[in-house]
């Protein structure tokens, strides 16, 4: 594939990404349609074998191959910005587990594709031997094609189920998810790193079931790429967004970058990622019961401690990284 500085195949790399969702939704009805009642039959006796329980296996197992995560369009993805990793420590492949929190989200989470979906940004090179596999939301594996476009790359859902099973493979296996997730997504603007994390414990449970360490990861300028319109609150479009998250477990910002030939559009701003991953916050394994008051408060301090290295993280890089930053990180 081309030179890693066309500005064409840069474009069409973050298009892929962009388009796959709706596309992979829209293909298969499209298919009907044309095809008449037997493509009828097939596309909903598919629809429920992936929704059956053997079905969302693969998503919980990390059992599928990712080969599509060495494909060259990424590393004209990880370019278009450009996109790189910021290696602060070693992660030795015998001293795992590891479990990746990576904030802020942004509106796409490109940073996160780049650095742990693909091999975009080289991770593999720079932390040999470990085996990380990116969570997303369980619905995602609900939809025929976006399924197998996901498990192709190793991407797995964030259930607790599954956090559990990959970190339970061996000292080498990590997972990445994003604690924020997409209530965090709503609070995207330039210049800002606000965080929803004081009430995300969840992946500090995980942490401590599994004895995974701690891996704090910073994406400076995710938040840059795009102008996004903040609702009033209790307007329509806020009662929407708040609506998608509490029914669909997801949501969508009002946002807005580039076009394709110029102007505005879909595309993100051509704006530096750098994709600090700092030092290993060591978990001891929790050996009692996870409903005991021992545990809460477990959970509590490692969730302080956590917190402290985020912001130590934070003030190692900003004035390097965010320097043209509105207000410094809320979390």
């Known amino acids: 594939m081309g030179s890693l ?10 298009s892929v990404y962009l388009l796959v969702f709706p596309v992979t939704i829209i293909l298969p009805l499209a298919c009907i349609y ?20 053997y079905g969302m296996e693969a998503s919980r197992t990390a059992s599928w191959t990712p080969w599509l995560r060495r494909w060259k369009l990424w590393d004209h993805f990880a370019a278009y910005f450009p996109a790189r990793i910021i290696k602060t420590h070693d992660l030795p492949a015998d001293k795992g587990p590891y479990l990746f929190n990576v904030a802020p989200h942004g509106v796409c989470v490109y940073s996160a594709w780049a650095a742990f979906d693909t091999d975009g940004c080289g991770f593999p090179h720079l932390f040999p031997g470990l085996d990380v596999r990116a969570l997303t939301l369980k619905s995602n594996f609900r939809l025929p094609l ?29 997972i990445m998810l994003a604690a924020g997730g997409a209530s965090e997504s709503l609070l995207t603007q330039p210049g800002c790193y606000d965080l929803v994390l004081a009430k995300r414990k ?24 795009y102008e996004v319109h903040i609702p009033q609150k209790g307007s329509s479009l806020e009662k929407l967004q708040t609506n998608m998250l509490r029914y669909l477990g997801f949501t969508i910002p009002l946002f807005w970058g580039v076009g394709f030939f110029g102007g505005r559009g879909l595309l993100p701003r051509r704006m530096p990622l750098n994709i600090v991953i700092g030092k290993p916050l060591k978990v001891g394994k929790f050996e009692g019961s996870t409903h005991s008051e021992e545990f809460a ?35």
């Open 5 to 14: 500085s066309s500005p064409g195949l840069q474009k069409l790399a973050i």
């Open 34 to 53: 044309f095809g008449g009642w037997n493509a009828a039959l097939i596309y909903v006796g598919y629809l429920i074998f992936i929704n059956s329980s």
């Open 146 to 174: 976006v399924r197998e476009f996901l498990l192709l790359h190793g991407v797995c859902d964030v259930s607790k189920k599954s956090c559990l099973s990959i970190l339970s493979r061996g000292p080498a296996s990590g």
């Open 202 to 225: 969840g992946f500090v449970r995980v942490a401590l079931q599994t004895g995974a360490s701690l891996v704090p990861v910073l994406f400076f300028g995710e938040n840059d790429l």
């Open 297 to 331: 408060q477990q959970v509590d301090s490692v969730h302080q401690q956590y917190t402290a290295s985020l912001i130590e993280l934070w003030d190692a890089h900003k004035n390097k990284f965010a320097a043209d930053r509105r207000r410094s990180l809320q979390k």
